[in-house]
């Protein structure tokens, strides 16, 4: 079973940052890939970004590519997502997602344990 906490939610203006933490444990970290979700009230949950076991394939959903950095520490099993120029319409819940192969993905239904979700609240 593998445990997923995110953290590093909170309140933004538009254009500022913030930078989400995924802290998992409970299977070996390199062997999974991992996504970052979101879902907004009353919204489907969507694909933000996807990183591969290694790192070495990334994949942006096309609403945060050039504003969204995706990353991991596989010493640290820590997947990160670095959020600028952060707008109103990224306000949502944000989830931390892990799958049992290491190639990355951008569907929902290709991941296979998920965190908790942390608020993410940009104002105008």
């Known amino acids: 079973q593998v445990q997923l906490v995110e953290s590093g939610g909170g309140l933004a203006q538009a254009g500022g940052s913030l930078r989400l933490s995924c802290a998992a444990s409970?299977?070996?970290?390199?062997?999974?890939?991992m996504g970052w979700f979101r879902q907004a009230p009353g919204k489907e949950r969507e694909f933000v970004a996807g990183i591969s076991g290694s790192g070495a394939t990334i994949y942006y959903a096309d609403s945060v590519k050039g504003r969204f950095t995706i990353s991991r520490d596989n010493a640290k099993n820590t997947l990160y997502l670095q959020m600028n120029r952060l707008q109103p319409e990224d306000t949502a819940v944000y989830y931390c997602a892990a799958r049992r192969g290491i190639g990355a993905r951008t569907t929902t239904s290709e991941y296979d344990y998920w965190g908790q979700g942390t608020q993410v609240t940009v104002s105008s």
């Open positions: 409970g299977r070996t970290f390199s062997s999974q890939a």
